[in-house]
């Protein structure tokens, strides 16, 4: 079985980065087809796709968030992270890590993390 686990910060200030790491146990995140995202969910919306991270290490991003998110990954630890700049408070959110296949232009998520909360707020 599969696990995710988000880390991070709880509170971030506004126009600093958010920084999160997912751990992932049970499987590796280098393993074929499989995509490894970050997903959010603000209150009172619905969850918000922001980007993903593949096996072999391409990345790609929402396109309203592409140019202030980073998603990158430590094979050595099996864990990958999301950098997301010049926050706000629209930007709080429960963050969640998950992994997901895509086919026909739809991602379907396999496995999720538990979610981590983060607000943005001086």
């Known amino acids: 079985q599969v696990q995710l686990q988000e880390s991070g910060p709880g509170l971030v200030k506004p126009s600093q980065t958010l920084s999160l790491t997912c751990t992932v146990s049970?499987?590796?995140?280098?393993?074929?087809?499989?995509?490894w995202c970050w997903i959010r969910q603000s209150p009172g919306k619905g969850l918000e796709w922001m980007g993903h991270?593949?096996?072999?290490?391409?990345?790609g991003y929402s396109a309203s968030l592409k140019s202030r998110t980073s998603i990158a990954r430590d094979t050595s630890k099996n864990q990958f992270t999301l950098q997301l700049s010049s926050v706000i408070p629209e930007n709080t959110a429960v963050y969640y890590c998950?992994?997901?296949?895509?086919?026909?232009?739809?991602?379907?998520?396999?496995?999720w993390g538990q979610g981590t909360q983060v607000t943005v707020s001086s």
């Open positions: 049970g499987g590796s995140i280098r393993t074929k087809y499989y995509y």
């Open positions: 998950a992994s997901a296949l895509y086919y026909v232009g739809s991602f379907y998520f396999v496995y």
């Open positions: 991270i593949t096996a072999s290490g391409s990345t």
